[in-house]
């Protein structure tokens, strides 16, 4: 079992860069691959992107493709979404998880999730 937890969120100005990081407990940690996702007031839990588990292959939203880099360290077990040029837009709780299906989209291909953080971008 993998535990998750979330860090990093804030209220931040557009044009900012925020890092997320996500720990995860367990010794498998490396077995997973990883995501992040969104989830804005109203609105569906929508994809960001994902991690392989070795670290070399990477999948996008198009809304996030050239401003976001999600990496990940197998040895501090932990995966990071580095967030540059915010925009309001950008504005809702982040999520990382951990599935066994690689690079995914859908939410429901993972199976473990962390408590979310919130990112707040003001214009």
């Known amino acids: 079992q993998v535990q998750l937890v979330e860090s990093g969120g804030g209220l931040v100005q557009a044009g900012v860069s925020l890092r997320l990081s996500c720990a995860a407990s367990g010794r498998t940690f490396s077995s997973y691959a990883m995501g992040w996702f969104r989830q804005a007031p109203g609105k569906e839990r929508d994809f960001v992107a994902a991690?392989?588990?070795?670290?070399?292959?990477?999948y996008y939203a198009r809304s996030v493709t050239g401003r976001f880099i999600i990496a990940r360290d197998n040895a501090k077990n932990t995966v990071y979404l580095q967030m540059n040029s915010l925009k309001p837009e950008d504005t809702a709780v982040y999520y990382c998880?951990?599935?066994?299906?690689?690079?995914?989209?859908?939410?429901?291909?993972?199976?473990?999730w962390g408590q979310g953080t919130q990112v707040t971008v003001s214009s």
């Open positions: 998880a951990a599935g066994l299906r690689l690079g995914s989209y859908y939410s429901s291909d993972y199976d473990y």
């Open positions: 991690i392989s588990w070795s670290g070399d292959s990477t």
